[in-house]
């Protein structure tokens, strides 16, 4: 057990010692984007007649990096309102979807040169989903904590402009509102 505690101690000193000569300075960013993704309508007993597909919507985020290859970031994405028609028992029946998602997530970076790259971001997420319709007994909510997972390209444009594009997945599929696959588009700024 001494040898153990010792080990640690020497290994934990020689961390110390090895980061104290290179200082690690976190570069803090945020940044917009706009976010497209499918919606999902299932009803249980009704048949689709129409439903607004693809919509687009905003996200922002922010987060740092910690050195050339890793990072942190934590987002939002408003699933702005989209609608669906419904035949259910022999009546129409319209509703209308909203929903958000959340995440933080570790990111991992790799750099062709000083102005391409492609990342990976590995994370939770937390959605919510609602479904509302005049019609009595259709009308729902739903929230969920899941996993979050992302791929993405970037290209700087300076050093503190990027543009960007990602795929994204916001934990697991409901039954109703955006479906968790996100395309997004965007930039960040780099302080």
């Known amino acids: 057990m001494k040898k153990l505690i010792f080990a640690l101690l020497a290994g934990t000193a020689a961390m110390t010692a090895a980061q104290a000569q290179t200082t690690i300075t976190p570069r803090p960013y945020v940044g917009i984007g706009a976010s497209g993704a499918d919606r999902e309508y299932n009803v249980n007993g009704a048949t689709m007649v129409d439903n607004d ?5 905003g996200k922002i985020f922010g987060g740092a990096e910690l050195n050339d290859t890793f990072g942190v970031e934590a987002g939002y994405t408003d699933f702005r309102k989209a609608g669906g028609n419904y035949v259910l028992n ?5 509703t209308e979807t909203e929903g958000y998602g959340a995440y933080i997530a570790g990111k991992a970076k790799y750099a062709f040169n000083d102005k391409a790259s492609v990342y990976a971001k590995l994370g939770v997420a937390h959605t919510s989903n609602e479904l509302n319709s005049a019609t009595p007994g259709v009308s729902r909510k739903v929230s969920d904590n899941g996993g979050y997972g992302a791929l993405g390209m970037q290209y700087n444009v300076t050093p503190q402009v990027a543009v960007f594009t990602e795929y994204e997945r916001y934990g697991k599929k409901q039954d109703f509102g955006p479906k968790p ?3 997004t588009v965007g930039a960040k700024y780099q302080f």
């Open 90 to 94: 022999g009546a129409n029946v319209n």
């Open 53 to 57: 597909g693809y919509k687009f919507s």
């Open 181 to 183: 696959d996100v395309f």
